[in-house]
């Protein structure tokens, strides 16, 4: 007799629905799984046979063959154990009520019966409540990780037995009760803040602007100017996660074999070391695993040192900056990961670092000073939208001021700024300025009359291209967002050309 | 340096010589044109063989720019090293006088203020602190008799003549002009700056106002020509 329980199975980052069809017959005792199983799976038989037995059925000795469908997909880990369980009772007729449509089943069995948390529980869940099937039957263990999830009805299993009754109707499974997402991550603390940065002015509001409209932005100056601590206090003027984006950062996480699979609440701040590989970047093996754009993703890459970076692995960050995606082909999968981050890189502007720093002379040539700089290829710095000077100054010539919770009062302006344009590019499918397209640009950053002649003005004088012409233009749509206008003013246009790139440094 | 006197120089109409190598003298040209004024090129080379390739681009917006860029070498001849030291003469035979803004211990540009001096062309040296070791040759020159350089009135005082009192009175007119350029607004802020390198932070420190006016108030007087943008970040005076 055939019974069709629903499963599921994670590839890459979208889950698919696998048939656990189990059909049991008279004849000599055999027990086979196929439907391209992985050794975990295929070790199943003895778990699922030895836990019906402990579980106070009688294993008769019948022929069980449990075919995994589609046939394609290769199925991997222990989560097909209860299905499989499932099914063979429902097949022997343990279990009467044979409407398992409604259900997805997941769990690992251990030998006495009991229901073992599996690593994919929170990644199937996710998927379930995008692809709007109502009921799932999860291990108790893995009760705490999906505590976020709304929208579907997750039920709880300790051991294989309650499963059973359940479904003949004797008991009833506990639900996982679902706590409100946005009211648990609203009290967090960081145990660092923008204050703590002296001096730099410049340099902070070229972040706040980056963060707002999510511009790339490029930090160059001398060493020990602070750099990499303005970067790392990034994260502090960071909007909160919205539950979605939370949920798409934990799935990226689990897949990339993180043990802590709790819903994530912070935004990724990846900070990748200078000797990383193409892979470790981009993202790769067999079955390709996200790399640190992926992982970054909805959060911030930092770059340090950029220009130490392999040149052939810098060059790989083109088209997931231009695209927002990447798609891996390896020779047994393809897979596209998202890669919507924002880029903050940092470097020195000659080998000795002291280029154009007042406190110590720099002993470069013109020539090595060009050759260092040249690392870093056009096209590459043309996806920068900010690039600001982060020199170190003397210790005299900036104001101390103890200015607590700095980093607090900057996050509200972002957030605020953010709304905006969340409202402004509704229709558009475009979150933000970054990413508005040049015929765009005419419709949402008209500009008066005084604006556009400063513009040409500068235009002429440095003999900008027509694509620096169009980023100073995003960068003061930014600024006026930062200022809750409408439209772009005088002055929001003539702070953005300060953050333009500089032909004589790069 | 170099920019800043280059600058200075050119827009008071002054026209300036070098050498059209990699640096300074990159610098000279660059910003002489960028003011408005005229240059000139020496080359150590042919003229189809432009030394080096890389300011083959510099080399054409001279000529454009309605410069100069002579050599005495046949078209065809490359450069070498004797042949630097060699256009050297030419450099300082054509200036009235001679600055050196950097030179390190036995130099090029060492072998250059010898030739001006046997040509009785006056020799301006920036001085340096004695631990810039591309200060050396500068401050040396200073102890055996060259002219110290902290701002272009030492040029007018020393050279004495008609066209320099035209020059001068250029000079005067400009820095007038350029303070009765200042945009609305922005008049402290230009008080602040000086005519050294000055960091935001600094700007920041003494006027109270929120970064964002700062930069956009920079960016103006910046287009007024009053100021002009520095490596590393920091802004100084133009005159």
Known sequence: MLSIIKSMTVVGITGNIVFVQVDVSNGLPYFEIVGLPDTIVREAKERVRIAIKNSGYDFFSKR?????????????????????????LSSLGIIKNKDFDNYVIIGELSLDGKVKKVREALAICIELRKQG???III???????????DGINIYMASNLKEVADYFNGEKILNKVKTLEYSKVINNRNYDMDFSEVYGQEKAKRALEIAIAGGHNCLMIG??????????????TILPNLTLDEALEVTKINSLYGEENYEVAIERPFRNPHYTISESGLIGGGAYPKPGEVTLANSGILFLDELTEYKTNVLEMLRTPLEDKEITISRVKAQITYPTNFILIAAMNPCPCGYYGSLVKKCKCSERSRKRYVEKISGPLLDRFDLFVDVTSIEYSEFKKENNKNLSEKIRKKVIQARNLQLERYKKYNINLNSELKNSYINEFCALDLKSQ?????????????????????KVARTIADLELKEKIEYKHIAEAIQYRKKEEIL | MSKKFAKELASIGIVTVSGMALGVDTYVHKYTMESGGKTIAVLPCGLNNIYPKN???????????????????????????????????????????????EAAYR???????????????????????????CGIGTNKMIKNGAILLSGISDIFEELKNQRMNEYVENYKKNSKKSIENIPTGCEKLYNLIRTEP?????????LREPISEISYKLTLLELEGLITTMEGGFYEKSY
Request: hydrophobic letters at 40%; a positive charge; one cysteine or more.
């Open chain 1, 64 to 88: 069980i063959v449990v075919n995994l469908a589609p046939a394609n997909i290769k199925k991997m880990g222990a989560l097909f154990d209860l299905p499989i369980a499932i099914g063979i």
């Open chain 1, 133 to 135: 099937i109502s009921n």
């Open chain 1, 139 to 149: 291990p108790k263990e893995n009760e705490d990780e999906v505590k976020f999830i």
């Open chain 1, 222 to 235: 001398t060493p020990g100017s602070g750099k990499t601590m303005l970067a790392q206090r990034v994260k």
């Open chain 1, 453 to 473: 002649d400063l513009l040409n003005k500068f235009y002429e004088k440095a003999k900008l291209s027509a694509r620096a012409y169009n980023k100073i233009i």
């Open chain 2, 55 to 101: 300011n083959i681009e510099l080399y054409h917006s001279i000529i454009d720019n309605g410069g100069l860029v002579i050599t005495e070498y046949e078209p065809d001849e490359k450069a070498d090293s004797n042949k630097f030291l060699e256009r050297n003469r030419l450099v300082s035979a054509l200036g009235e006088c001679l600055i050196i803004t």
């Open chain 2, 107 to 133: 130099s090029g540009t060492s072998v250059t203020a010898r030739y001006a001096k046997e040509q009785g062309k006056p020799v301006f040296c920036v001085p340096s602190g004695l631990d810039n070791r």
């Open chain 2, 198 to 206: 000055t960091s935001i932070d600094y700007i920041f420190s003494k």
